[in-house]
């Protein structure tokens, strides 16, 4: 008979950890799996990555998951290799092959069409994705053989980076770079992209480069965090903020912090910001997010006062950075 395992004693960790997902990992398991490694009390992950796909995912501890949003929100970077001539069931490999056809495709068309799928787009999204319909998962619908409608959304592909690569000494494939806006299903591009080329395509394999300023190149791998003492672990999380690296900076004396802290809000000679990450003077504590209108300094997502505490006393150890500075109101 297995003993039962010993529980572990949660913590309260502040902050976010860059993490590499590697493969064959949902994004709830990996999530629960980086949270049991650092004994994290709450946790939280920026939109899901499938498991066929690695790549940069932000996990938000504590605080840091007021402001997940905000990476949902963000511009995203991915390196695809679309397989050129089959179709499957669910647009990538994990899917059956339901349509076979000829591939006869040159440079000149891939550039043709990746002139073509540059600019704003309006796509479907596919029926094996997370979306919610009446409470349940597309992908649900999809497994039961169910279709179900879906409306087109407007999305943005900044930059398609697509050159023609070999499969089995054969040019049946094609590497891609895409920046697009959140809400852009790669899978359905590759789809797409097939059927411009006349010959049908599915994913192959993703990873994702980058997520709102985070970059694969500052991200942790799960085997390197496993290896890890706890402390170097802690070590790796970011501090709150670095969530909010393009908001203004208000800075308030004491009598403000703490009437901003109760949601009141406060006026001052600021200029209209719609985006504001609130400290304050004492210790440059994070107080949360904000906007300023017509001179009012608008309360947004707050932290709480044990939550500013907890990040003070994580602060003293040195694993967490320090506000950037701004002039005190």
Not at 91 to 101: I, K, N
Not at 119 to 136: C, E, F, N
Not at 254 to 262: C, G, K, N, T
């Amino acid at each position: 008979m297995n003993a039962p395992r010993a529980r572990v004693a949660r913590r309260p960790v502040h902050g976010v950890l860059l993490l590499d997902k590697p493969l064959n990992w949902s994004s709830n398991d990996i999530l629960q799996k980086v949270k049991w490694l650092l004994r994290a009390e709450k946790a939280g992950h920026t939109g899901t990555l499938d498991p066929l796909a690695s790549g940069v995912l932000p996990l938000c501890f504590g605080a840091a998951t007021k402001f997940s949003q905000l990476q949902l929100d963000a511009d995203k970077t991915y390196a695809a290799v679309l397989r050129l001539g089959q179709k499957t069931s669910t647009g990538d490999a994990e899917g059956e092959v339901v349509q076979t056809r000829a591939v006869a495709v040159s440079s000149e068309d891939v550039a043709r069409v990746a002139a073509q799928f540059t600019g704003a787009l309006r796509q479907v999204p596919p029926m094996h994705s997370a979306l919610k319909k009446d409470g349940k998962a597309l992908y649900e619908y999809a497994r039961a053989g169910i279709e179900i409608e879906r409306e087109s959304r407007a999305i943005m592909i900044y930059e398609l980076n697509m050159a023609l690569a070999k499969v089995d000494s054969a040019y049946e494939a094609i590497n891609m770079i895409v920046k697009c806006s959140k809400g852009t299903y790669i899978r359905t591009l590759g789809e797409d992209v097939g059927e411009a080329l006349g010959c049908g395509a599915h994913l192959g394999a993703l990873r994702r480069l980058g997520t709102g300023g985070f970059d694969v190149a500052q991200c942790v791998t799960l085997d390197a965090l496993e290896a890890m003492s706890e402390s170097e672990r802690l070590a790796c999380v970011l501090p709150v903020q670095s969530l909010l690296p393009d908001h203004t900076v208000i800075t308030l004396d004491d009598e403000q912090a703490a009437r901003f802290l109760s949601g009141l809000r406060r006026r001052g000679t600021w200029p209209d910001a719609a985006q504001v990450a609130v400290y304050a003077q004492r210790g440059h504590a994070l107080l949360g997010t904000a906007q300023v209108m017509s001179g009012e300094l608008i309360p947004g997502r707050l932290l709480s006062p044990i939550e500013i505490e907890q990040i003070a006393k994580e602060s003293r150890t040195g694993l967490v950075e320090s506000a950037p500075a701004s002039p005190a109101i």
